[in-house]
């Protein structure tokens, strides 16, 4: 098949764009590289430098052909989002608009969105299952909540077969490619950092929840087993439906879990200090992936912090300064 990946210079779009490559489709690149890296577009994949806000753009590359859309490009600073809101209202909502309706008129009817757990907020209940309320706390997963519901309308209009997979969080490397941000908010490559001797420490922001260690617990997906879920949930799709799947792999591990983890697998002691809870924060946020396992068959391989903080490590070694060395 021919596919559109948006924001396929990004983190996880880059490692699915390689995957799909592997599985012999030809692919495009549609990206703005304000976030993400030429470097990281794998190929043979073609790079299209484009922005989702330009309508024009943006139908062009679709006049081009293709069978489906895997769409990842997005604002996803939580923070930022509470400064600037209209930021990622434009962004998130207003690209993915012009998306879909580029989408439209050139019939391509199949869309695998890149969506968010973000958009259930604080849950009442844990693991979190796709029937949860959403209810997010903040303008990213607020406007990822938004796409999702435009994703319905449009399906429902148009006959599009879109699958929505919202991820917990995301880890791990793939290879060549693996995670660079600026700023760096994830926990994982933050403290490889310090393992690294970039940074001095690692901030823990809240010691007293109600969990076993006093420190948060999230849902860990190792990137390799996500960019599988993508390939499945692609074949998965069905004409004017659209599909939602959680993502992560149903059990959860706190923060000092993974700095201790990482301690393990790099020999090396990573200082930590102690910092209040950040505004927002759940106690414990963990999928329940149930549905995706029974629907589409997917089941992570990679499970344990050993495997995800060992390839975040490998890739960490090979490009402490990213991909501009």
């Not at 009817?109 to 968010?116: A, D, H, I, N, Q």
């Not at 692609?234 to 439906?241: F, I, N, Q, Y």
Request: proline share 6%.
């Amino acid at each position: 098949m021919k596919l559109l990946v948006t924001g396929g210079a990004g983190y996880i779009g880059s490692i699915v764009a390689a995957r799909l490559l592997e599985d012999d489709h030809e692919v495009v690149v549609l990206d703005n590289l304000q976030q993400g890296h030429r470097d990281a577009v794998p190929l043979p994949a073609r790079l299209a430098e484009a922005d989702l806000l330009d309508r024009e753009a943006v139908l062009l590359t679709l006049g081009e052909g293709f069978d489906a859309v895997l769409h990842f490009a997005a604002l996803a600073l939580v923070g930022e989002s509470v400064s600037h809101p209209e930021r990622y209202y434009r962004t998130n909502v207003g690209g993915t608009l012009n998306l879909l309706e580029a989408m439209t008129t050139a019939g391509v009817s199949r869309l695998v969105f890149s969506s968010t757990c973000a958009v259930y907020g604080q849950p009442d209940e844990v693991p979190i299952a796709e029937t949860a309320l959403p209810q997010p706390t903040n303008p990213y997963g607020a406007s990822k909540l938004a796409v999702d519901r435009m994703i319905s309308d449009f399906s429902a209009a148009h006959g599009i077969g879109a699958v929505s997979l919202r991820y917990f969080n995301v880890a791990g490397a793939s290879g060549e490619l693996g995670e660079d941000h600026d700023p760096e908010t994830h926990l994982i490559p933050n403290v490889l950092k310090a393992a690294l001797g970039v940074s001095s420490r690692v901030e823990i922001f809240g010691t007293d929840y109600p969990t076993p260690d006093g420190t948060a617990i999230r849902d860990y997906i190792h990137i390799d087993d996500l960019a599988v879920a993508h390939v499945l949930a692609l074949a998965g799709t069905r004409k004017g439906e659209h599909r939602i799947f959680n993502l992560g792999n149903g059990s959860g591990f706190s923060v000092r879990e993974v700095i201790s983890a990482a301690q393990q697998v790099t020999g090396r002691e990573i200082p930590t200090v102690e910092a209040p809870r950040r505004p927002g924060d759940p106690p414990e946020l963990v999928a329940a992936s149930a549905r995706i396992r029974s629907e589409l068959g997917w089941k992570p391989q990679k499970p344990t912090l050993a495997e995800m903080v060992g390839d975040a490590w490998a890739f960490v070694q090979a490009h402490p300064d990213g991909y501009l060395h």
